[in-house]
């Protein structure tokens, strides 16, 4: 390039220009890189004065400190949370040990009115877009293991049909009293600790927190020091979120196929059916872990006619406990509607006192 062509070209195009700006090009463009173009209008395509435009100012810098402080604090409160939840697993894991080893008969056992008390939950719909539709709960006391699984079904949506639900209590209430029966069912009994057992439990508890009930907000749990041994000073319920072993992939009606656990087709998606399926495979891998610690030992209650026999034999029975079919609930809701309107033809439709004779 000649000395009399390189004074027809712009200053700013000049090869050496190019080159530089190049070379700091990737040092602007992440933070004006809208106002690129019209800063180098403003300054006529002076690099000086174009590069002085991307100086910083005082609110600049505030602004990014401030926004480096949130991103570190919201940083610190998802790792605070998570080692909270390790520790809750942690304490799950130990619940399921004591029941193994209660199982079985090892020494040092607990007795079955000190071991905690296990609680499956299940949501259906969606929390924030066409609302929570159904809350489902299963509940299994080792001390009353002869009441089996007590199952729960609570419908929030008029759309929810009762004959899907195959176990125990079905009731339809508002929404505005989900977050209440939530907290009184998990409270209980606050000398007894529980232990919230789950299949892919994440999205359950994330809706627990939406609804204003979430697990490490619980007076019981956070406002007293944990004590491993249940007949200590401060006894505390565990609210724990025990993830069941599965493999990868697995749905909950996989993981049933996995453990060989009867079903019905079409009983899936709805809460109380859920919670009392994810029951019944908690209970299969807890006996599944109790035969393996037999073989291993080669004694224990399995073996052995101990009070804790029955309560192995109790558990593999209620785990593998097969469900009522959907025609057989209809037929006894039928049944039910009929008596009912036998009472009402007898005693007057208003609910009328009979008169004798």
């Known amino acids: 390039m000649t000395p009399q062509s390189q004074q027809t070209i712009p200053k700013h195009l000049l090869p050496t220009t190019s080159i530089k700006l190049k070379q700091r090009r990737w040092r602007q463009a992440w933070y004006h890189d809208k106002e690129r173009e019209s800063l180098r209008e403003m300054w006529h395509h002076d690099i000086k004065a174009y590069l002085a435009g991307f100086r910083l100012s005082d609110a600049d810098h505030d602004q990014i400190i401030e926004q480096g402080m949130a991103a570190f604090t919201t940083l610190l409160i998802r790792m605070l949370k998570h080692a909270q939840f390790a520790d809750y697993e942690r304490r799950g894991h130990t619940a399921c040990a004591?029941?193994?080893?209660?199982?079985?008969?090892?020494?040092?056992?607990?007795?079955?009115?000190?071991l905690p008390i296990f609680i499956a939950i299940d949501f259906e719909g969606e929390v924030h877009n066409r609302g929570i539709t159904e809350f489902g709960l299963a509940r299994l006391h080792p001390q009353n293991l002869q009441s089996g699984i007590q199952g729960m079904d609570l419908a929030l949506s008029s759309k929810r049909s009762r004959g899907k639900f195959l176990f125990g209590e079905y009731v339809r209430i508002d929404s505005v009293q989900l977050p209440d029966v939530i907290r009184n069912e998990l409270r209980g009994d606050k000398r007894r600790k529980m232990v919230?057992?789950?299949?892919?439990?994440?999205s359950e508890l994330h809706t627990m927190r939406v609804l204003g009930v979430p697990i490490e907000a619980?007076?019981?749990?956070?406002?007293?020091?944990?004590?491993?041994?249940?007949?200590?000073?401060?006894?505390?319920?565990?609210?724990?979120?025990?993830?069941?072993?599965?493999?990868?992939g697995f749905s909950l009606?996989?993981?049933?196929?996995?453990?060989?656990?009867?079903?019905?087709?079409?009983?899936?998606h709805c809460a109380g059916n859920d919670a009392y399926y994810t029951m019944q495979a908690f209970l299969a891998l807890m006996v599944h872990r109790a035969d393996g610690v037999t073989r291993k030992t080669g004694s224990g209650a399995v073996a052995c006619g101990d009070p804790e026999t029955r309560m192995y034999e109790r558990i593999k029975e209620l785990a593998w406990k097969k469900a009522l079919l959907k025609r057989e609930v209809r037929s006894r809701m039928d049944a039910e509607a009929y008596r009912k309107d036998g009472q009402e033809d007898e005693c007057g439709v208003f609910g009328g006192m009979c008169e004798d004779g």
């Open 98 to 114: 004591d029941l193994v080893t209660t199982m079985t008969s090892q020494p040092n056992s607990l007795p079955p009115s000190d």
């Open 196 to 202: 919230l057992v789950g299949h892919s439990i994440s």
């Open 218 to 248: 619980f007076e019981n749990v956070v406002g007293s020091k944990f004590s491993s041994s249940p007949t200590g000073p401060n006894p505390v319920i565990w609210l724990l979120a025990l993830y069941l072993p599965r493999l990868k």
């Open 253 to 268: 009606q996989g993981l049933l196929d996995h453990l060989q656990i009867g079903y019905e087709d079409n009983t899936f």
